[in-house]
Antibody, heavy 118, light 110 residues
C-alpha cells in the first residue's frame, strides 16, 4: 500500500535551517506529486507547497516563497523540504502527503516535529 | 491567501447529525469543484474523508457526506459515533496550483 515515512524530530536554533525527508513506498514515485503541510501547536493546517516529482516543478505558498525549498531524490523515492532562517514561529509538525494526481492529500506521512528554540 | 472559515466547534449526541461549514470566496471554494475534507485525531496525521466536494475514498463510511453551494462547502456526519470526535479541516484548490485550508472545527460527541 502507499506509504510515506518521514524523518524524526529536530531541535534547531533560530537562524538555522532544517531539512525534513519523506520516503515513499508502494507506488511509482514519479507518478504523483508530493505536498507539504505544516501545523503549529494547537493551530490549523497550513499548505506550504508541492513538487511535481515527474518533472521537478515546484509551487510554494506566497508565505513561504524564498524560505522553503522542496526537492526530490527519485533514486531513493524520497522528497525533502528545507526551511531556512528558522524562527520560533516555525515550531510545528511538518507533514508530507501525496495527491494521487488529484486535488487532495492522501495518504499523509506521520509528521516530523521541528522545534525552534535558543 | 486567507484561510477558509469554519466554525470553531460543533457538537451532537450519538446518532444525531452534525454539519460543518467551510466558507471561502469565488477564488477558491466557489471557483472549483476541488474541496476536500480531513479528519484529525489528537496526535495523529490527518486522514482524507471527502475529495472533489462529495466523493468518498474507499473505507470512509457513507454516513459521511460533502456538498457545496456557492462559496460555502459543507461536511455532514450522520449517525454520530464516539469515534467521530476529532478535528475536521476543509481544503480547497485556490488556482495557480495553490491550496488553502480551513480554520478547523472540533467535533464533540456529547
Amino acid at each position: 500500500q502507499v506509504q510515506l515515512v518521514q524523518s524524526g524530530a529536530e531541535v534547531k536554533k533560530p537562524g538555522a535551517s532544517v531539512k525534513v525527508s519523506c520516503k515513499a513506498s508502494g507506488y511509482t514515485f514519479t507518478n504523483y506529486a508530493v505536498q507539504w503541510v505544516r501545523q503549529a501547536p494547537g493551530q490549523r493546517l497550513e499548505w506550504m507547497g508541492w513538487i511535481n516529482v515527474g518533472n521537478g516543478n515546484t509551487k510554494y505558498s506566497r508565505k513561504f516563497q524564498g524560505r522553503v525549498t522542496i526537492t526530490t531524490d527519485t533514486s531513493a523515492s524520497t522528497a525533502y523540504m528545507e526551511v531556512s532562517s528558522l524562527r520560533s514561529e516555525d515550531t510545528a509538525e511538518y507533514y508530507c502527503a501525496t495527491d494521487s494526481s488529484g486535488n487532495w492529500f492522501d495518504p499523509w506521512g506521520q509528521g516530523a516535529l521541528v522545534t525552534v528554540s535558543s | 491567501q486567507s484561510a477558509l472559515t469554519q466554525p470553531r466547534s460543533v457538537s451532537g449526541s450519538p446518532g444525531q447529525s452534525v454539519t460543518i461549514s467551510c466558507t471561502g470566496t469565488s477564488s477558491d471554494v466557489g471557483g472549483y469543484k476541488y474541496v476536500s475534507w480531513y479528519q484529525q485525531h489528537p496526535g495523529k496525521a490527518p486522514k482524507l474523508m471527502i475529495y472533489d466536494v462529495n466523493k468518498r475514498p474507499s473505507g470512509v463510511p457513507d454516513r459521511i457526506s460533502g456538498s457545496k453551494s456557492g462559496n460555502t462547502a459543507s461536511l455532514t456526519i450522520s449517525g454520530l459515533q464516539a469515534e467521530d470526535e476529532a478535528d475536521y479541516y476543509c481544503c480547497s484548490y485556490a488556482g495557480s496550483s495553490t491550496y488553502v485550508f480551513g480554520t478547523g472545527t472540533k467535533v464533540t460527541v456529547l
